[in-house]
Antibody
Framework: QVQLQQSGPGLVKPSQTLSLTCAIS??????????WNWIRQSPSRGLEWLGR?????????DYAVSVISRIIIIPDTSKSQVSLHLNSVSPEDTAVYYC?????????????WGQGTLVTVSS | EIVLTQSPGTLSLSPGERATLSCRAS???????LAWYQQKPGQAPRLLIY???SRATGIPDRFSGSGSGTDFTLTISRLEPEDFAVYYC???????????FGPGTKVDIK
């Protein structure tokens, strides 16, 4: 059974960097089919995909255009974790953040999700 | 970027009734890339349907998906009390890679 366990602060000051971690169990971070995604949800923006990382003989990343200048997703293979870093945050980045697995095999969906982390951007 | 529109915004039904939810895309979408989710308050979305019509593991057969091109439908044949929730459609486009979600349909108790 795949499990994704999120951790990270719930409060970030404006202009600082939001950092969250997603610990993966029940699947390999090196899976040659799966991709590891970050998605956020807010009342104003709904569900918004932020980006992903995946391994296909080497590591690849894709990011949403809306955050491409501020985001980086990094795999930590020693801990089987994936981290999200979003810099220069503003109150508009307040949302519940989720990590999620796309199982691959041409399905293009998210079958396992983390528990979600409410991140509030406020001074 | 493909935009997904869901209708109705809210569907008020009674247990045992049939629910029909619509998801319309601004451009043609590969059926392989269309999915449906259920979300309850305080929980992460739960995958129901992938590839437009395939049920995810453990999903009851009262849930079914259909459609192609720009019009997709999620049908719940007989609503159970635990089915009252918000439902989202989602699509994947590959150039550039992007996942987009619809705004959701809330199914509430009449």
């Amino acid at each position: 059974q795949v499990q994704l366990q999120q951790s990270g602060p719930g409060l970030v000051k404006p202009s600082q960097t939001l950092s969250l971690t997603c610990a993966i169990s029940g699947d390999s971070i090196y899976s040659n089919r799966a991709a590891w995604n970050w998605i956020r949800q807010s009342p104003s923006r709904g569900l918004e995909w932020l980006g992903r990382t995946y391994y296909r003989s080497k590591w690849y990343n894709d990011y949403a255009v809306s955050v491409i200048s501020r985001i980086i997703i990094i795999p930590d293979t020693s801990k089987s974790q994936v981290s999200l870093h979003l810099n220069s945050v503003s109150p508009e980045d307040t949302a519940v953040y989720y990590c999620a697995r796309d199982p691959g095999d041409f399905t293009s969906c998210f079958d396992y999700w983390g528990q979600g982390t409410l991140v509030t951007v406020s001074s | 970027e493909i935009v997904l529109t869901q209708s109705p915004g809210t569907l008020s039904l009674s247990p045992g009734e049939r629910a029909t939810l619509s998801c319309r895309a601004s451009q043609s979408v590969s059926s392989r890339s269309l999915a449906w989710y259920q979300q309850k308050p305080g929980q992460a979305p739960r995958l129901l349907i992938y590839g437009a019509s395939s049920r995810a593991t453990g999903i009851p057969d009262r849930f079914s998906g259909s459609g192609s091109g720009t019009d997709f439908t999620l049908t719940i044949s007989r609503l159970e009390p635990e089915d009252f929730a918000v439902y989202y459609c989602q699509q994947y486009g590959s150039s550039p890679p992007i996942f987009t979600f619809g705004p959701g349909t809330k199914v509430d108790i009449k």
